[in-house]
């Protein structure tokens, strides 16, 4: 089945410095990928849509400068969250999209989740 | 606006017990629904899908889930509860149209507990 991994699992970084989270779809090619936010007790919060070759697609309420995403292949895509600071401290998880199957001439997607990146900005 | 809602914030069970988990979607077309479970400080698992035809899906750990077009609900169920069963789970909707791309959007996900 569709395997996908994110790492780090987790990091602990200094305020203002920067943090790149990378998410490989490993045996499938993802033209879509999706990064969220969790905080701790709540739902997964739709950060941006990722798509190979062009440029992410924002959530309202997302600042594009300080969560910096690129999906340069097909297999992969990495969220930098730049000039960190301590309420950026979450749990981020990416997710890949990929056909589960067609019916009728439409395509049916999958998706599949990353193991989660718990970030601390101390 | 399309949603998923999961009216049960918190739920607990005694071991061995049926469980049944809500969940209500507010969307205008068919919509493709998922369950996944999540343990804590994980990421998240896929139970079961549904994209069309039968309505009852079997998903992985014995789960099931029955979609009803008339109540607007995706409900998961489980005869018998297992402790490992305890976790935090999810329903999402796939959101389709013009600027969508396919988004997976999130219900506010229920807390299972499970009694000894």
């Known amino acids: 089945g569709a395997v996908v991994s994110q790492h780090p699992s987790w990091v602990i970084c200094k305020s203002g410095t920067s943090v790149k989270i990378e998410c490989r779809s490993l045996?499938?090619?993802?033209?879509?990928m999706f990064w969220y936010r969790q905080f701790p007790k709540q739902s997964l919060m739709l950060m941006a849509t990722?798509?190979?070759?062009?440029?992410?697609?924002?959530e309202q309420g997302v600042e594009k400068d300080k969560f910096l995403i690129n999906h340069a292949s097909l297999t992969l895509s990495t969220l930098t969250v730049t000039s960190a600071h301590p309420e950026d401290s979450s749990f981020y998880i990416c997710?890949?999209?990929?056909?589960?199957?067609?019916?009728?001439?439409?395509?049916?997607?999958?998706?599949?989740f990353g193991s989660g990146t718990r970030l601390t900005v101390v | 606006a399309q949603s998923v809602t999961q009216p049960d914030i918190h739920i607990t069970v005694s071991e061995g017990a049926s469980l049944e988990l809500r969940c209500n979607y507010s969307?205008?077309?068919?919509?493709?629904l998922f369950w996944y479970v999540q343990s804590p400080g994980q990421g998240l698992q896929l139970l079961l899908k549904?994209?069309?035809?039968?309505?009852l899906v079997q998903g992985i750990k014995g789960f099931e889930a029955e979609f009803k077009r008339s109540q607007s609900s995706f409900n998961l169920r489980k005869p018998s509860v297992h402790w490992s069963d305890a976790a935090e789970y999810f329903c999402a909707v796939v959101l389709h149209g013009s600027g969508n791309t396919g988004k997976l959007i999130f219900g506010q996900g229920t807390t299972l507990q499970v009694k000894p």
């Open positions: 969307y205008g077309a068919t919509p493709y």
């Open positions: 997710s890949a999209r990929s056909p589960d199957r067609g019916f009728r001439m439409v395509i049916y997607y999958g998706y599949t």
């Open positions: 045996d499938f090619q993802a033209t879509t």
């Open positions: 549904y994209f069309s035809g039968d309505t």
């Open positions: 990722s798509n190979e070759g062009s440029k992410a697609t924002y």
